[in-house]
């Protein structure tokens, strides 16, 4: 029994090298194993992001879309008051208090008294709540920042 372990003995210190190479390489195995799942997280970390800032984008885009509407509708509305305003103003007295009630009152029911009508203190018309980008923006504010930041968007693209 001492013999056969002295031939393991023997056999192991010879392929003492030999070991040593198996598990260098099984480390350098190791090591690119990780380096590719690392690759790959960082890889998909990056896609991730501009997924984000994609849809940050698209967003911004169709907000701002969504506030020309809203302007042009509103500001087709103001025309079609002040036109009827100027037309009262052509015919008698008694006929255009009537017409400037009535236009008052149409007015009052589809609420359009001015272009901002509702995006006092960055809330939207439609949604009444706060400017989804940046709840503390005012209406003040908005024009030269929403600008700028848009245009930045599309400079980053």
């Not at 001492?2 to 003492?16: C, R, W």
């Not at 007015?107 to 009444?128: D, E």
Request: charged residues 30%; negative net charge; aromatic residues 6%.
């Amino acid at each position: 029994m001492s013999g056969q372990l002295d031939e393991i003995a023997a056999a192991l210190e010879a392929q003492t090298a030999a070991i040593v190479v198996l598990v260098e390489e099984a480390e350098r195995q190791a090591r690119i194993r990780e380096e590719e799942w690392q690759a790959l997280r960082e890889q998909w970390r990056r896609e991730e992001q501009a997924k984000r800032q994609a849809k940050a984008y698209d967003d911004a885009q169709a907000e701002l879309l969504s506030i020309i509407n809203d302007w042009n509708e509103a500001e087709r509305i103001t025309k079609f008051f002040e036109a009827a305003l100027l037309k009262a103003s052509e015919v008698s007295d008694e006929f255009r208090t009537e017409i400037e009630n009535r236009l008052a009152q149409a007015q009052s029911i589809i609420g359009a008294k001015t272009r901002l009508n509702g995006w006092q203190n960055g809330s939207h018309p439609r949604s009444g709540t706060r400017n989804r980008l940046d709840p503390s923006r005012t209406i003040e504010s908005m024009p030269d920042q929403s600008c700028q930041r848009y245009r930045s968007h599309l400079i980053r693209r």
